[in-house]
């Protein structure tokens, strides 16, 4: 019985190995380079200051996708071979600068929660475009994958680390737009919301200017 389930199996698959034991090595690393201040975290921590979880929810998730799609673009080779054209690059990043620089504008000059039931919160798609336009992930996520090895052969460990990474940039995601979610409940006042988001907006720049930089 045991015979004919191995013998129906892939032989790329019964030759791969899950080193478990490199899981929490994945993880430290992802957490300290994906986790650390950046456009994409940023951000999200801006929009969750100036327009609370709830309206943010669209752009959280368009950033965990456009991740997804680098961490993808990773695991199978392609974003060197993007990066690798000094026109696409270009492209991306003047894309990323565009968008980042707009969402600072606004969240700059967004109105307390309390106060602004008509404004624009930043959307799916503009997420997606961050996501996938983001300087940061380009290195990061590829630095993450150089780390360590999690299978045996090349298409399970690519594999094994996507799902695990993707996991990761959920909660990594998640928690910064809670932290500015957090501080909403205390910006009632609109001199101290005003700081903040400028603050916020400040820090948002900053961070895209070193991720271009870098």
């Known amino acids: 019985m045991h015979g004919s389930i191995a013998a129906a199996l892939p032989a790329p698959l019964l030759a791969t190995t899950i080193r478990w034991g490199s899981i929490w090595p994945l993880l430290v690393t992802a957490l300290a380079i994906m986790g650390s201040p950046g456009p ?33 673009a990773v695991a199978t080779g392609i974003t060197a071979a993007l990066l690798a054209v000094p026109v696409l690059r270009s492209v991306l990043v003047v894309l990323s600068v565009a968008y980042i620089l707009w969402l600072a504008y606004h969240i700059a000059t967004a109105s307390p929660p309390s106060d602004q039931p008509a404004a624009a919160a930043p959307s799916l798609a ?9 300087p940061k992930a380009w290195v990061a996520i590829a630095a993450v994958f150089a780390s360590t090895r999690l299978a045996s052969t090349a298409t399970a460990d690519a594999v094994a680390k996507v799902a695990v990474l993707s996991l990761v940039v959920v909660l990594i995601m998640a928690a910064w737009l809670l932290t500015g979610a957090c501080f909403a409940s205390a910006l009632r006042d609109p001199f101290r919301a005003r700081v903040v988001n400028l603050i916020l907006a400040a820090a948002l720049v900053a961070a895209t200017a070193l991720a271009i930089l870098h």
Not at 41 to 60: E, N, Q
Not at 126 to 134: D, H, I, K, P, Y
């Open 40 to 72: 994409a975290t940023i951000s999200l921590t801006a929009a969750g200051s100036a327009y609370g979880v709830r309206r943010s929810l669209g752009y959280l998730t368009g950033i965990v996708a456009g991740t997804a799609v680098v961490l993808v």
């Open 126 to 134: 503009g997420g997606v475009l961050l996501g996938v336009a983001n």
